[in-house]
């Protein structure tokens, strides 16, 4: 038995329920609720239910985050549940995020029924397109009423759950108005056909309405299209990007395993340790190299997934003007932005895979593929060597550390800014494909403790999450989420005093405004955090402690954070170093 309860009390509570069962009976049980009073049938009906899983949140904004980061473990929508007000527009930035990326998101936000609207009732704002075109699909539901068939309830549910995941990901919001009583403690007789319906329900376990999508399956002719393109290269290259899940993972495999072509896996592809001859892990930092930049010119371009984050590869690629670039992605948007590419597939990329994999494919071998593993090796023990000059605690090292301790079982969450640049830069992970997560869909600096949490929830698998210092105060009260979180996360805290990437950028020239706007140093420290909130914390001084400390964290079995604090004038003059030392070596 899947329902939790006798009769409701009276209509609010029935349409709540009816709503949660109806999530449940759909497989969709992990709710986020943020406490509020408007909310409560919805909140009492969750707490209420056997089959709901909830994670409580007072803070909506890291609420959304952790929701988004348990989407992308899972690929399935986890249901926020908020009160009305301010507390719904605290969703919105996960939610552009979520929907840049599709990645489903189902928002249950309570509001005042519409008498109250616009009146200068209590907490009451204009929930209704809040979200703009950043949801798939919304709609507003009246209050509960008695006089409502109870099926509309079931199929208006049903209906959110699929458009989040159908045809194309993203967030949806039901907003529920609610009028009083809230609190399930002033029975109303409930007129005897919702009586029988409600125990006629009960009886079953099956969803309302069974959705069945279709596959996003390509045909005979889009494999044809793909297949002329690749049997007309002469110096074919495969880009992976950003890849969902692990079934895109194993994908790719089979493809860069039967297309004898280098491949450039992406930070987020998790492909970037695999022992292949034709990986070209480095390939970005290959194109600081003039002379490489210029003579390597791939014809046929295979991209697989989602954008890269490599800026050096999209510019490099930019001033190509004849390149074939082909692009294989099951999300329906653009995701082009140098307006590259030549033929799109929209579908599943494992479907596209086998279809193409199905036959060996007579392709011509890149010229480069004799040279590339010494290249990448070149280019691998440069950075070592740079690197063990420098005795001093740094980033660079930091990340590329990190990058051997991770097990395969771990999952690793890169904070925007730094850190994701300098794990797709120097990162030396072990062979096997990894997890890696990151918020690249608006690249936002804003809710990563947050979604971080979400990830080893959906996970169920440690997660190591390396952020930056500005992005840990911004998102001060997720250290909560750290703290509750049931599978650990070990954060590491890059303190570099203040936004270390704007020494990247050419605003660094600009001496009278470059550190009191943009990098903002600070002399703040997360121990004072740690304390307030009893999470086991420790800032080593050492490489050697760093690794001491991030093994110990490990074996803790508890959530912990590591802060090391760095100078992000060194990390900067570290990476130029590098460069030309590539430079040189070529
Ligand atoms: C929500 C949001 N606000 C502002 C920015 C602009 N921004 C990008 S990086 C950055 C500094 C981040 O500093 P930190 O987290 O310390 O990382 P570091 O640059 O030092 O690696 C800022 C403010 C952003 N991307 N997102
Ligand atoms: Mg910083």
């Not at 949660?20 to 909310?39: E, H, K, L, W």
């Not at 200068?120 to 798939?136: C, D, E, H, K, M």
């Not at 290259?237 to 895109?248: D, F, M, P, R, W």
Request: aromatic residues 10%; hydrophobic residues 40%.
């Amino acid at each position: 038995m899947t329902t939790p309860t006798p009769v409701p009390k009276n209509v609010n509570m029935l349409w709540a329920f009816l709503a949660v069962d109806a999530c449940v009976r759909n497989g969709i049980t992990q709710f986020v609720v943020s406490p509020g009073s408007r909310s409560t049938p919805l909140t009492t009906a969750v707490a209420r239910h056997p089959g709901a899983e909830v994670h409580l949140a007072y803070d909506e904004r890291g609420a959304a985050f952790w929701a988004l980061g348990w989407a992308r473990a899972t690929g399935k929508p986890a249901i926020l549940i908020s009160t009305s007000g301010t507390a719904v527009a605290n969703y919105l930035p996960a939610v552009i995020e979520a929907s840049q990326e599709g990645i489903p998101l189902l928002m249950f936000t309570a509001d005042r029924p519409s008498e109250l609207r616009e009146t200068g009732a209590n907490q009451t704002i204009r929930q209704p397109g809040l979200f703009g075109s950043y949801v798939r699909w919304e709609f507003d539901m009246p209050a509960p009423d008695a006089t409502v068939s109870p099926r509309f309830v079931l199929t208006t549910v049903e209906q959110a759950i699929f458009r989040s995941q159908h045809p194309h990901p993203g967030p949806v919001h039901l907003n529920w108005m609610f009028r009083e009583p809230l609190a399930p403690i002033q029975p109303q007789e409930l007129p005897p056909n919702l009586v029988q319906f409600w125990e006629a329900w009960q009886q079953g376990k099956a969803p309302f309405t069974e959705y069945r999508a279709a596959r996003l399956t390509p045909d005979k002719d889009d494999i044809r299209q793909i297949k002329t393109r690749l049997l007309s290269a002469r110096n074919g290259l495969i880009v992976v990007g950003g890849l969902q899940n692990e079934a895109e993972q194993q994908a790719v495999l089979q493809l860069i395993r039967k297309l004898p072509w280098p491949f450039f896996p992406d930070v987020r592809s998790g492909l970037q340790g695999l022992p292949l001859k034709t990986n070209f892990r480095y390939l970005d930092l290959a194109l600081g190299s003039a002379p490489f930049r210029e003579h390597y010119r791939p014809d046929v371009i295979l991209h697989v997934g989602m954008p890269v984050t490599s800026k050096r590869y999209l510019q490099w690629v930019a001033a190509m003007l004849e390149v074939q670039y082909i692009h294989i992605s099951p999300l329906p948007t653009r995701l082009d932005p140098n307006h590259q590419v030549r033929l799109r597939i929209w579908a599943e990329i494992p479907h596209v895979v086998d279809a193409l994999t199905y036959t060996m494919l007579p392709v011509q071998i890149p010229e480069i593929l004799n040279r590339l593993e010494t290249l990448q090796d070149t280019i691998s023990r440069t950075v070592d060597s740079i690197l063990t000059e420098e005795k001093s605690l740094n980033e660079i090292q930091a990340v590329r550390d990190v990058s051997r301790w991770v097990g395969e079982s771990d999952v690793v969450f890169l904070g925007n800014s730094l850190p994701i640049r300098l794990w797709d830069w120097f990162a030396h992970p072990g062979g096997e494909p990894l997890g890696v997560f990151a918020n690249r869909g608006a690249s936002g600096i804003d809710g990563l403790i947050a979604t971080a949490c979400g990830v080893a929830a959906g996970k169920q698998k440690p997660v190591t999450a390396i952020i930056g210092d500005i992005s840990a105060l911004h998102d001060l009260n997720s250290f909560l989420h750290l703290k509750e979180s049931a599978v650990p996360v070990i954060l590491i805290i890059l303190n570099n005093s203040g936004g270390g990437i704007f020494r990247w950028l050419p605003v660094s020239q600009v001496a009278d405004v470059f550190e009191t706007h943009f990098l903002t140093p600070h002399s703040l420290q997360f121990r004072h955090i740690a304390r307030m909130l009893e999470i086991p914390y420790a800032a080593p001084k050492s490489r050697n402690g760093f690794r001491q400390n991030y093994r110990k964290f490990r074996r803790l079995g508890e959530s912990a954070i590591l802060e090391l604090q760095v100078d992000s004038q060194k990390t900067y003059a570290l990476y130029q170093n590098i460069l030309e030392a590539i430079n040189h070596a070529f």
